[in-house]
């Protein structure tokens, strides 16, 4: 990764089941700005089982009364369209990665030579599986919305026993939407200080202020849900960015990253912007050679090419040694011995 922050166009179901529409979405993203566009790789027999049980149905919320099988249907990218994405997006010039859940998947992305793997959320446990993606020696993205800062620490272990250590962790808030009031983005300085790594965010709020804050608060990465047009639905249409959204998201995450810029402490007056409208001390009246310094006489004010004010207390009392029109600079030399 650069310097700057690497920003992922989340495509997940957003192509509706159309080859087309996903060609499409990654072309959008590029011009959007993305520097990466990321899919996942599954099915759903992959990822579960196809029973009606109570434990295999999604609780309330956007999927409710879904068993997770028929969403996975609903949502999986077609295997057979990877290779065509892959290759479309390396003519976009953006990079294309995705997320595997089992290990026929990572093996599968391999022969497409993946250059990332990303590990979602809920897979964050699923130490076997994590390991395996480290074996590849490829950068991962974890993201940790379901996560114990236990099992951030696992995951980590997993992934370095395998001799990986090239991994960013995403902080997530797993809520789709997510409410801005649960983004906690305190925690992606504290992670990184926690678990000496790459920190960035995976975002499910409504808007671009979390992305925004985020990197402010050093976030090297942000993965944002894009789609070209909410209206062709789909499971995750309704928290996703369309192009112009994430257009001016991806130009507020610039902005802020030049606002940023790094730390500085001027140690030159002279090469510091305005610093000549500082304050400044000069002779406030006409003054004869032996009248005595006096709050009137002199004065702090704008600008700032005179005798620094902190010598004011200094020279109050004392005599000056020649006469001293208003307006004047004042100088230590002008004092009586």
Known sequence: ????????????????????????????????????????????????????????????????????????????????????????????????????????????????????????SFEITDTPLISYIASKQKPIILSTGIAMEEDIQLALDTIRAEGNTDVTLLKCTSAYPAPIEDANLLTIPDMKRRFGVRVGLSDHTEGCIAPMTAVALGADVIEKHFIIDRKIGGPDAAFSMEADEFALMVSNVRKVEKAMGSVQYPTEPSKIKGREYSRSLYVAEDMKAGDIITERNVRSVRPGYGLHPKYLPEIIGKRVNCDLVKGERFQMTYLSK
């Not at 957003?14 to 072309?27: D, P």
């Not at 992959?46 to 919320?61: A, H, M, N, Q, S």
């Not at 990877?82 to 479309?88: L, W």
């Open 1 to 120: 990764m650069s310097s700057k922050t690497f920003i992922i166009a989340e495509m997940s179901a957003n192509h509706n089941h159309r080859l087309e529409v996903a060609i499409e979405t990654i072309k959008a993203a590029k011009k959007a700005g993305a520097d990466a566009v990321k899919i996942q790789t599954y099915t759903a027999d992959t990822l579960t089982l196809d029973c009606d049980k109570p434990d295999f149905r999604v609780g309330k919320g956007l999927w409710e009364g879904e068993t997770f099988y028929s969403l996975y249907q609903k949502a999986f990218t077609p295997w057979e369209w990877h290779e065509e994405i892959f290759r479309v997006a390396r003519e976009e010039g953006v990079i294309c990665f995705s997320t595997p859940f089992d290990k026929t998947a990572v093996d599968f992305l391999e022969t497409l030579d993946n250059p990332i793997y990303k590990i979602a």
